[in-house]
Structures are given as structure tokens and as C-alpha cells.
């Protein structure tokens, strides 16, 4: 079938029809992608609020977590005692009680004098060590152990040792000090804790 002259006004209206119709299908492609770019960029925009959200709930949580452990040391350490003022008369106390109880030969102490070891870090608490220079004379190496077992669970204070020296005691005749065998020098500081200026 040939097309001739007098076909073309006939097909001009459904050519018409054709290209009206693509163009509207292509105005609806265009104005889905339009709508899949804008819905895109929303969900991205949302990805980013939701993802910033999360994130600080962690941080909150993780802050909220530090508080409750700093709560807790706080407690610790009131309950231990090692937190106020230095309490030298309450140690040395404790350092005859413990020698009593140990039944420890002999025993000699002298506490220094108390210094800050605040270097600023800490804006919550200042701490402060007193230093012990202690002599022990000892039956055994374990009566040693013992007593500084001792000290450190019952001192208000934290107990750190630093060294600790044993040597044997030359033969001796008089009184209690022949039962001693031993010659204990340890070098100790004893911590405590203060609210820094400023914090109660």
C-alpha cells in the first residue's frame, strides 16, 4: 500500500495523537526522576538528622556511664577514708594496734612531711601523699607481708610501697629483741584525696 497525498491529512491527527503522547510520557519520566532525585535527597537528609541523633545519644549515654563510675570511685573512696583531711594521728594508731596484734619485736616510724601532687589534671579532687619511712624488726619474712597486708587494707589512706629492705639481725641476748631475726626498712607514702578550690 502506497501513500499518497490525500493519506497525509488523514494522518496527521493520529500523528499528532503520537507525539502529544510521547511528550506527555516524557514530562512524566522527567517529573519522576524530578520526584526520585527531591525524595532522595530527603531520605539523605534525614540519613544524616537520624545519624547525628544516634550519635549523640551514644555520647549522652557514654557521658552518663563516666558520671555513674566517677560516682562510684567517689563512694569508694569516702567509704575508704582516703578522701578529707590527712589523719597521721588515726595511723599511727593503726600502724601499735597492727604491730600488737602481729606480735611484732620492734617497730620504729617516721611520717614526713605531707606534699600536693596536683599537676592541675584533675580539676575534681587534689591529691596529697605523706611519706613513712617504717623499721620492723621481724621473726619471719612472712610477718613482713603480713603487716604491710594489713596496713594497706585498714589505713584510711591508700598505701603505696615503694621499697622494702630485709637483712638479717646479728645474734642479740637482751629482752624481746632476741627473738628478732630480721630487719625490715620500707619506704612508704600514704595518699589522700581533697575536693580541689572551689568543688565541695
Not at 530527603?42 to 555520647?59: C, F, G, M, P, Y
Not at 590527712?86 to 617516721?110: A, C, F, H, N, V
Not at 620492723?136 to 607481708?145: A, N, V
Request: overall charge positive.
Amino acid at each position: 500500500m502506497k501513500l499518497t497525498g490525500r493519506d497525509l491529512p488523514k494522518l496527521w491527527l493520529p500523528l499528532l495523537a503520537a507525539l502529544a503522547m510521547f511528550l506527555v510520557a516524557g514530562l512524566l519520566v522527567w517529573g519522576s526522576q524530578l520526584d526520585a532525585g527531591k525524595a532522595e535527597q530527603e531520605r539523605s537528609v534525614a540519613t544524616a538528622a537520624k545519624n547525628q541523633i544516634e550519635q549523640r545519644l551514644r555520647q549522652v549515654r557514654t557521658e552518663e556511664q563516666e558520671i555513674r563510675e566517677r560516682t562510684q570511685l567517689l563512694q569508694q573512696l569516702q567509704n575508704s577514708g582516703i578522701t578529707g583531711d590527712e589523719k597521721r594521728l588515726d595511723w599511727m594508731e593503726m600502724l601499735r594496734e597492727t604491730q600488737r596484734e602481729l606480735r611484732i619485736p620492734g617497730m620504729s616510724y617516721e611520717f614526713g612531711a605531707q606534699t600536693s601532687l596536683d599537676k592541675g589534671e584533675d580539676a575534681t579532687y587534689t591529691w596529697f601523699s605523706s611519706p613513712l619511712l617504717l623499721k620492723l624488726r621481724l621473726l619471719h619474712e612472712e610477718d613482713l607481708l603480713n603487716f604491710l597486708a594489713r596496713v594497706e587494707k585498714n589505713a584510711r589512706a591508700l598505701v603505696i610501697v615503694r621499697s622494702c629492705k630485709l637483712v638479717p639481725l646479728p645474734s642479740q641476748a637482751n629482752g624481746r629483741e632476741v627473738m628478732a631475726q630480721l630487719s625490715a626498712e620500707c619506704d612508704m607514702q600514704w595518699l589522700t584525696a581533697r575536693p580541689a578550690s572551689g568543688k565541695k
